[in-house]
C-alpha cells in the first residue's frame, strides 16, 4: 500500500494556496507579496504533478514546467517594475503607492 | 518513434500570424540599438508592417481551417475573427503612439515589441483550444502589458500603474491556474473538446463539487482580465496611470482576446454545467453594469471616467455571455469590434489632447474643443455617440444585438436593467460632448496643437470603423453568426 495518496497532495496544496492568498491580502512589502504570489503558483505546480503521476499522463508535467517558465519571467517583470517605483518613490509598501485613487 | 520530426506545412500556416508578430518583434529588438533617437519612429513603421502582414497570414490560415498541433491550437472562423481584431487594434494603437513617444521618451524604441509580442499573446489566445496554450498565451499578452503600463518608468502614475496591473494581474492568473489544474486532475486531459466529452459522459463525469470549483477559479481569472464586477478594481487606476496610448490599446486588444478564452472555455469545456455557471455570469453582468456606469457619473480625470465607461461595455458583453447561445456569442463577437474602434478612437483624442506630460486630461480642459478643432471634434462625438448607442453607429447594433440575444435567452430583468444603464450612461459622454461645444474654450483648448499624422489616421480609421459597423452591421455579423459555432 503506497502511504502518499492524491488526497495528501491535495491537501498540502490547498494549504499553500490558502498561505499564499493570506499573504497577499494582509502583507503591506510588495517583495513579500510577490513571494506569496509564487507560492500559489507552487501550490498548482504541487497539484499539476500528483494529477499527471496519477494519470500516468505527461500533459500535467509539461504545464508544471511551463509554469515554472512563465513564472520566472513574470517575477523578473515585476522586479524590474518594482525598481523603477522604487527609484521615484523611495518605498516598497504597497499602501504608499496611492497616487491614482477617485 | 514521431513519424516526422518536423510538423505539416499546413500546421506551420495555421499559426501564421503568431509566426510573422514573432518575427517582427524581434526585428524591432535587434534594430532597435542600432538606430539613433530621432530614427526610432523607423521602428514603428516596421511594427505597423509587420501588424499588417500579420493581418493577411490571419486570412491565409483561414484557408486552412482546422485543429493544428495535436488539437492544441484550432483555426475557426471565431479564432480568425479575433485574431483580426487584436491585430487592428495593434495598428491603431501604434499609429496613436509614434508621435506620443517621440514627445516623451525618444530614446526607446523596445515600445512596439512590447505590443507586437503582446498582440502575439492575444493572438494565441484566439486560436487556442487547450488550457495549456490559453495559459501561455494569456501570459504573452499580460507580461509585455505590465511593462507597456509603466513603460514611461520616470512618471510615478506610470509606475503605480504598472505595479498595481502587475499585483493583482498576477493574483488572479494564479487563481486561474488553480482552477485548470483542478479541472484537469478532475477531467485528466487539458483539452477543452476532450472536458466537455468527459463532463457530459454520465459514466465519466468527475465530483461535480471539483468541476464547480475549479470552473469557479477559473471564472475569477477571466473576470479579472475581462474587468468584471467584482474583479474590476484594478481597471480605473491602470487606465488612468498608463500612457494614453498604452490605455487605448489595452482596454481593447486584450480585453477582446480574454473574452475570446473565456468564451471558448464556457461555451465548450463548461458547457455541460452551463446551469450553475449562467446565475454567476448573470450576477457578475448585473455587478460590472451598475460598478462601471454610476461610478463613472463621478469621474472628472476623462481617462479615469472612460476606464469605467469600459467596465460597464464588459457588462454588456456578459449579458450576451450570460444568454449563452450562439446568437448571445455572435452578439458579444460583434460589440468587441465595434467597442474596440470607438473605445481606441476616443482614446486616441486623449492622446492628442493631453500634451507633454499628459498634463489636460480633465473633462473641463475639454472647453472649447469643437470651436478650436471642429474636425477632431466631430470624430470624437461620433466615437461618444457610439458608447452612448445612437442608431447610425457600432455601439448601437452592439446593444441592439446583445439585447435581443438576451431577450431570446429570456434574460428579460436583465435586460430591462441594461437598458436603463444605457440611459444612465448617456448623461456622462453627453457631458463631455457639452462640454467641448458649449463651453468657452480655456487655456487648453487655446493652445491645442495640430493632429499628429499617425494619430489623424488613427482617428479616421476608427471612426470610419464604427460608422461602417453602425450602417452595414450586417457585414461583420454575418461573419460572427457563421463563426459562433465553435468546435465541440
Known amino acids: ?102 | 518513434m514521431p513519424a516526422s520530426l518536423f510538423p505539416p506545412y499546413e500546421d506551420l500556416l495555421r499559426i501564421l500570424p503568431e509566426i510573422v508578430l514573432t518575427i517582427a518583434g524581434t526585428l524591432v529588438m535587434v534594430l532597435e540599438p542600432a538606430l539613433r533617437p530621432e530614427r526610432k519612429r523607423l521602428l514603428g513603421g516596421i511594427a505597423i508592417a509587420g501588424l499588417l502582414v500579420a493581418l493577411w497570414g490571419t486570412a491565409v490560415a483561414n484557408l486552412f481551417r482546422g485543429p493544428a498541433f495535436h488539437q492544441m491550437v484550432v483555426v475557426d472562423g471565431f479564432a480568425t475573427f479575433f485574431r483580426a481584431l487584436v491585430i487592428v487594434v495593434g495598428i491603431l494603437a501604434v499609429l496613436c503612439s509614434i508621435h506620443y513617444l517621440q514627445r516623451e521618451r525618444p530614446d526607446s524604441g523596445e515600445y512596439y515589441a512590447l505590443v507586437l509580442f503582446s498582440v502575439v499573446g492575444q493572438s494565441v489566445m484566439a486560436a487556442a483550444n487547450e488550457l495549456i496554450m490559453i495559459f501561455i498565451g494569456l501570459e504573452i499578452s499580460s507580461i509585455a502589458t505590465y511593462v507597456l503600463a509603466g513603460y514611461l518608468r520616470d512618471d510615478r502614475r506610470n509606475n503605480e500603474s504598472a505595479i498595481k496591473y502587475f499585483l493583482l494581474g498576477s493574483f488572479a492568473t494564479a487563481f486561474l491556474l488553480y482552477g485548470i489544474a483542478w479541472i484537469y486532475g478532475a477531467a485528466g486531459t487539458t483539452n477543452l473538446v476532450e472536458i466537455r466529452r468527459v463532463l457530459s459522459t454520465p459514466e465519466l463525469a468527475p465530483p461535480r463539487f471539483l468541476v464547480g470549483v475549479s470552473a469557479a477559479l477559473m471564472f475569477v481569472g477571466f473576470a479579472f482580465k475581462v474587468s468584471a464586477a467584482p474583479f474590476q478594481v484594478w481597471a480605473p487606476d491602470v487606465y488612468q496611470g498608463a500612457p494614453a496610448p498604452v490605455t487605448a490599446f489595452m482596454s481593447a486588444g486584450p480585453k477582446a482576446a480574454a473574452f475570446a478564452i473565456f468564451l471558448r472555455v464556457y461555451m465548450t469545456a463548461f458547457e455541460p454545467i452551463s446551469n450553475r455557471w449562467e446565475p454567476v455570469v448573470w450576477l457578475s453582468a448585473l455587478a460590472t453594469m451598475f460598478v462601471g456606469n454610476f461610478a463613472a457619473l463621478l469621474q472628472n480625470n476623462i481617462k479615469r471616467l472612460l476606464a469605467y465607461s469600459s467596465i460597464a461595455h464588459a457588462g454588456y458583453v456578459m449579458v450576451a455571455v450570460s444568454a449563452h447561445s450562439e446568437i448571445g456569442t455572435a452578439a458579444a463577437m460583434f460589440y468587441l469590434a465595434a467597442y474596440a474602434f470607438m473605445n481606441v478612437g476616443a482614446f486616441a483624442v486623449v492622446t492628442h489632447f493631453a500634451r507633454q506630460g499628459e498634463k489636460y486630461v480633465d473633462v473641463d480642459d475639454l472647453a472649447g474643443l469643437g470651436h478650436r478643432q471642429p474636425v477632431t471634434a466631430a470624430l470624437f462625438s461620433i466615437f461618444l455617440l457610439s458608447l452612448i448607442g445612437i442608431p447610425l453607429t457600432g455601439g448601437f447594433f452592439g446593444k441592439f444585438y446583445i439585447f435581443k440575444a438576451a431577450l431570446e435567452a429570456k434574460l428579460y430583468w436583465l435586460t430591462v436593467i441594461g437598458l436603463l444603464n444605457s440611459a444612465v450612461a448617456a448623461y456622462y459622454y453627453l457631458r463631455i460632448l457639452v462640454v467641448m461645444y458649449f463651453h468657452e474654450p480655456g487655456e487648453a483648448a487655446q493652445t491645442v496643437s495640430p493632429v499628429a499624422p499617425g494619430v489623424k489616421i488613427a482617428l479616421w480609421a476608427s471612426a470610419a470603423g464604427t460608422l461602417l459597423l453602425g450602417i452595414f452591421p450586417s457585414v461583420i455579423l454575418d461573419f460572427a453568426d457563421r463563426s459562433a459555432a465553435l468546435m465541440k
Not at chain 1, 26 to 39: A, D, F, G, K, Q
Not at chain 1, 54 to 70: L, S, Y
Not at chain 1, 89 to 95: F, M, N, R, S
Open chain 1, 1 to 102: 500500500m503506497h502511504p502518499v495518496t492524491n488526497v495528501h497532495y491535495m491537501v498540502l496544496s490547498v494549504a499553500l494556496l490558502l498561505v499564499g492568498t493570506i499573504g497577499v491580502l494582509t502583507r503591506r512589502n510588495i517583495v513579500i507579496i510577490l513571494m506569496s504570489i509564487e507560492l500559489i503558483l507552487n501550490a498548482v505546480n504541487i497539484n499539476l504533478v500528483a494529477f499527471s503521476h496519477h494519470f500516468g499522463d505527461v500533459h500535467g508535467q509539461v504545464f508544471a514546467i511551463f509554469v515554472i517558465a512563465v513564472a520566472a519571467a513574470e517575477t523578473t517583470v515585476a522586479l524590474g517594475i518594482l525598481i523603477a517605483l522604487f527609484r521615484n518613490k523611495e518605498t516598497v509598501l504597497a499602501d504608499e503607492v496611492d497616487l491614482l485613487k477617485w
